[in-house]
T-cell receptor, first 114, second 114 residues
């Protein structure tokens, strides 16, 4: 079983839709959860960062973590064509320092149609 | 622009050859990470350096090696190349001292082995 599972999609939605992206994980040591966005031909960029369980909101984006179910979600409200990208979840057992390591999901390709 | 510079952007080479990928981290970032991204495996962590020292190893093959120089730039050396080594190779950097400090990715080197 892979440490992090993510449905690769592709996911295609109309502009203005609410998008739900999800990941499951198996390593109970993971405490720090991130979502990265990767545009075509670019490197991933950090979107959201959450520690432990709970919700975090930033503009149109909401990240949820349910540690009891080992399940994380990213919601995008009022989706825009500019949101079209691959979204990768990432997790870590520690917060930083010299041995910080992130484990990524494979990514979900999202297309928002005008 | 993440501030992380990777060269070259594209590399085409033959099986059995050796190549070197170069990364300049963001100014002030002490940690450098190398990741391999392929369609079937997603983003796979290869190796991390912190201030010139190797700190963590992931799924890095013995044919691959890396180093971080005193000026903090890093090189990833891939030798005895095989067709399966064709992938995107990303370098990322972070301050690695602050809690939750994100990884900043370069735009990658696309390696094609023919």
């Amino acid at each position: 079983q892979k440490e992090v599972e993510q449905d690769p999609g592709p996911l295609s939605v109309p502009e203005g839709a609410i998008v739900s992206l999800n990941c499951t994980y198996s390593n109970s040591a993971f405490q720090y959860f991130m979502w990265y966005r990767q545009y075509s031909r670019k490197g991933p960029e950090l979107l959201m960062y959450t520690y432990s369980s709970g919700n975090k909101e930033d503009g149109r984006f909401t990240a949820q973590v349910d540690k009891s179910s080992k399940y994380i979600s990213l919601f995008i409200r009022d989706s825009q064509p500019s949101d079209s990208a691959t979204y990768l979840c990432a997790m870590s057992a520690n917060s930083g320092g010299s041995n910080y390591k992130l484990t990524f999901g494979k990514g979900t390709l999202l297309t928002v149609n005008p | 622009d993440s501030g992380v510079t990777q060269t070259p952007k594209h590399l085409i080479t033959a099986t059995g050859q050796r190549v070197t990928l170069r990364c300049s981290p963001r100014s002030g970032d002490l940690s450098v990470y190398w990741y391999q991204q392929s369609l079937d495996q997603g983003l796979q962590f290869l190796i991390q350096y912190y201030n010139g020292e190797e700190r963590a190893k992931g799924n890095i093959l013995e044919r691959f090696s890396a180093q971080q120089f005193p000026d903090l730039h890093s090189e990833l050396n891939l030798s005895s190349l095989e067709l399966g080594d064709s992938a995107l190779y990303f370098c990322a950097s972070s301050v690695a001292t602050a809690v939750g400090s994100p990884l900043h990715f370069g735009n990658g080197t696309r390696l094609t082995v023919t």
